[in-house]
């Protein structure tokens, strides 16, 4: 009697690692469209989404039937560079789940079928974004480049084959790394990449020759299949794979969960990797000042916010860089307007989190708090930006010009103090004039 033999062999039959993948392929994606729905319902698609869908359309059917005269004018390299940024955006997917850990890792030939089905959805899933970008912006781009067909579709499958080596790549890295280190060396490969790969597919696309193109198509397919066949005999990489999957949710679902609060776990064990000594930052040592550390430190450890002041402060080093003089003094004084509402607009969320709202601070204490506060993230900004300024005022003009590099932080920094506090008066005014009808029912 096999009885459990025949009930093994059953069940091999109507199960096996390729239906166990697409199962939780088409679960990951439904659960990511029930997420999608909290904020996508039908009347936001029927008034939203449709026309501006519609409206899109129109547009972009109108620049193919009368393309102006700017895209002519276009760089050839501009949808190799976008190609490259939306290949360096995928990581590795194998659809591993907590449960696997207890009997299916077990099973080498499990995990094997697993890995091959996964390296093959993510080469799809880098095949399909490459060729939709690439769909898009060739037909815009064919008046300034001048590319047929077959060179875009050559584009398309090369752009492909490389994110399909970036994810591998990058899950090399991320397995071996942890922490800030991880983090540096994720951003440094992005570079690399699109540094390396951006000039290759430019001598792709040059000229007629198909001795190119099939020179970087080989190498990317060589280098592919050989990465693809280490990640497959690579072993004890169930804690990446479970990282990996949980970021890849949140990347699909983070922008319709971006508002909602949720309890945030702290990593067992770990120390944060900034600021960990509980020194004191400020000086100053009065309830305001620490009020404002407190939220410095908060804003310092949330690698969201930091990631998007980073952007920001970087995009406007580019804007006062590439804009004429003027126009670059005027962005200057956009962007910090722009920065100081952002920082208020953080401090206020920061001031009704679950554990802070239970301070009831006076209202004079947190507004110099929220002063003080502002003034620390944007003056090292701002000041960063004066320089900027200042050095675009020496290369363009040269001479006494130069003296702009020390002059402009020195201006900047008073300027600062001034919009900093009339930021303050008028918030503090219109907090006031809000104040004033309630008081006035209540009476």
């Known amino acids: ?37 909290l904020t996508l319902d039908w009347t936001v698609l029927l008034y939203i989404v449709l026309p501006g869908l519609w409206i899109a359309g129109g547009m972009y059917q109108d620049l193919l039937r009368h393309p102006p005269d700017w895209i002519g004018r276009l760089p050839g390299q ?32 499990w995990v094997r079928m697993m890995t091959k089905a996964g390296l093959a959805y993510t080469l799809a899933a880098r095949l399909a974004v490459s060729a939709a970008g690439a769909g898009f912006m060739l037909p815009l781009m064919s008046r300034a480049t001048g590319w047929s067909f077959e060179e875009g579709a050559a584009l398309a499958l090369s752009a492909g084959l490389m994110g399909f080596v970036w994810t591998l790549v990058r899950d090399a890295a ?14 440094g490969l992005r570079a690399a990449f699109i540094a390396g790969w951006v000039p290759a597919a ?7 020759e198909p001795l190119p193109a099939a020179t970087v198509i080989g190498a990317l397919i060589v280098g592919g299949a050989w990465l693809g066949w280490r990640r497959l005999h690579r072993t004890g990489t169930f804690t990446q794979e479970l990282e990996a999957e949980q970021r890849a949710y949140g990347d699909n679902v983070g922008w319709v969960l971006k508002e909602t609060e949720q309890a945030k776990r702290p990593p067992a064990g770990r120390r944060p990797w900034v600021l960990r000594k509980p020194r004191p930052l400020l000086k100053r040592r009065d309830e305001a000042a620490r009020i404002a550390e407190l939220w410095l430190r908060a804003m310092l450890r949330e ?6 002041l980073l952007q920001f402060a970087s995009l406007g080093m580019a804007a006062i860089w590439l804009s004429p003089l003027w126009l670059a003094a005027i962005a200057w004084l956009g962007m910090c307007t722009l920065l100081l509402l952002w920082l208020n607009g953080l401090w206020g969320k920061w001031e009704t989190e679950r554990y802070m709202a239970l301070y009831d601070w006076r209202r004079e204490l947190r507004s110099e708090a929220r002063e003080i506060g502002r003034s620390l993230i944007l003056r090292p900004v701002a000041l960063t930006w004066c320089a900027i300024l200042g050095l675009h005022a020496g290369w363009t003009y040269g001479g006494l010009w130069w003296l702009e590099v020390a002059l402009l932080p020195a201006a900047g920094y008073l300027l600062l103090s001034r919009i900093n506090r009339a930021a303050s008066s008028m918030l503090a005014a219109r907090r006031a004039g809000r104040g004033r009808p309630d008081a006035e029912e209540s009476e």
């Open 174 to 187: 991320e397995r071996r790394l942890q922490g800030v280190r991880r983090l540096l060396a994720v951003y």
């Open 1 to 37: 009697m096999k009885p459990e033999g025949d009930r093994v062999g059953r069940l091999r039959g109507k199960s096996g690692p390729l239906r166990l993948i697409c199962m939780r392929c088409g679960a990951f994606w439904l659960k990511s469209i029930r997420a999608w729905r």
């Open 78 to 109: 501009m949808p190799v560079a976008i190609l490259a940024i939306l290949m360096v955006r995928g990581r590795l997917r194998t659809f591993a789940e907590h449960g696997d850990g207890l009997f299916l890792r077990a099973s080498g030939g």
């Open 202 to 208: 430019a001598w792709m696309m040059i000229g007629d």
């Open 303 to 308: 690698s969201e916010w930091m990631r998007l």
